[in-house]
């Protein structure tokens, strides 16, 4: 069975530059998550997608990150425009239910900004 | 005071002893997550447990629901066991919580 996938595996940007970062979950499964993980730190969720809907994006900066999930499968995650501090890993993760369960992490997404 | 609290911070020991990284919580749960992170930032599920004990390899892991707290303990450690291992709880609202990581170094 494919893992979660996530690209690209690296970025580095400068100060208000834009970035997108991409994640394809496990097949058939429903919930998809978000994190952002400053070293040092433990994950934090961004956004927690259901199917193609959101069902919390409490902790997201709405002013500058957004996030889809056309159809219900793949998700991509906007920075624009980015901030020294989020220079974080991103990562994706998904779940087959829609309440609680085991969750699947891809590899992450490294961003450095400048 | 964070919801999740895990001890130590940073461990290291040498090829073989037995290590235990501690998790307590404060809040009400559904379930609770071990993890384990390489560096490059990849997140593995070790285990998900809602009561007693779970065994894989040489990870066991136990949870006490009515003291809040979880163990992981590795048997035989060796340096690809080097990581960070991270407690995560399901709390009420399905979300979720995240201790900051136990960074674990085992030497040969």
């Known amino acids: 069975e494919a893992g979660v996938a996530q690209s690209p595996r690296y970025k580095i940007i400068e100060k208000r530059q834009s970035v997108a970062f991409w994640c394809n979950p496990i097949?058939?499964?429903?919930?998809l998550y978000w994190y952002q993980q400053i070293l040092g730190q433990g994950p934090k969720l961004l956004i927690q997608?259901?199917?193609?809907?959101?069902?919390?994006d409490s902790q997201l900066p709405k002013d500058r990150f957004s996030a889809e999930r056309l159809k219900g499968v793949d998700s991509t995650l906007k920075i624009q425009p980015a901030k020294l501090e989020d220079s974080a890993v991103y990562l994706c993760a998904s779940s087959f239910g829609l309440t609680w369960g085991e969750q699947f992490f891809g590899p992450g997404t490294r961003l450095t900004v400048l | 005071k964070n919801e999740v609290e895990q001890s130590p911070q940073n461990l290291t020991a040498q090829e073989g002893e037995f290590i235990t990284i501690n998790c307590s919580y404060s809040?009400?749960?559904?379930?609770l997550h071990w993890l384990q992170q390489h560096p490059g930032g990849g997140i593995v599920s070790l285990f998900m447990?809602?009561?007693g004990k779970k065994k894989h390899g040489r990870l066991i892991a136990t949870i006490n629901i009515q003291e809040k707290h979880s163990s992981l303990h590795i048997t035989a450690s060796h340096p690809r066991d080097s990581a960070v291992y991270i407690c995560a709880v399901e709390g009420n609202t399905d979300k979720l919580i995240f201790g900051t990581g136990t960074r674990l170094q085992v030497f040969p």
């Open positions: 097949s058939g499964h429903a919930t």
């Open positions: 809040v009400g749960i559904s379930a």
């Open positions: 997608f259901q199917n193609n809907g959101v069902v919390d």
């Open positions: 447990l809602s009561s």
